[in-house]
């Protein structure tokens, strides 16, 4: 088992940066490709970004690209979405997930997901 836990979603007002953090615990971290995904209401969980083992590879979806970063520091258990420029659009919970397979833009292939943290994006 791999526990996530994410951190760092609050109320900001558009154009600021944020930086989500996601800790895990459990099973050995550096053995997990990381993404990151959102979900605002009434819409499907999409995917965001993720990023393999060692952070050889990164892939984004194509809207947070230029504006969103992934990266992992593998000896704090700890994986990072930076967000820049945000806009209302922004607003919603993100999501971390572990998966041992490098299938970033499918959501069945994460095997473990945190709780979510709230991103609130004000005009």
């Known amino acids: 088992q791999v526990q996530l836990v994410e951190s760092g979603g609050r109320l900001v007002q558009a154009g600021s940066s944020l930086r989500l953090s996601c800790v895990a615990s459990g099973r050995t971290f550096g053995n997990y490709n990381m993404g990151w995904f959102r979900q605002a209401p009434g819409k499907e969980r999409e995917f965001l970004a993720a990023?393999?083992?060692?952070?050889?590879?990164?892939y984004y979806q194509d809207s947070v690209k230029g504006r969103f970063s992934i990266s992992r520091d593998n000896a704090k258990n700890t994986v990072y979405l930076q967000m820049n420029s945000l806009k209302p659009e922004d607003t919603a919970v993100y999501y971390c997930a572990a998966q041992m397979d490098w299938r970033p833009l499918r959501r069945d292939a994460y095997d473990y997901w945190g709780q979510g943290t709230q991103v609130t994006v004000s005009s």
């Open positions: 990023i393999s083992i060692r952070a050889i590879s990164t």
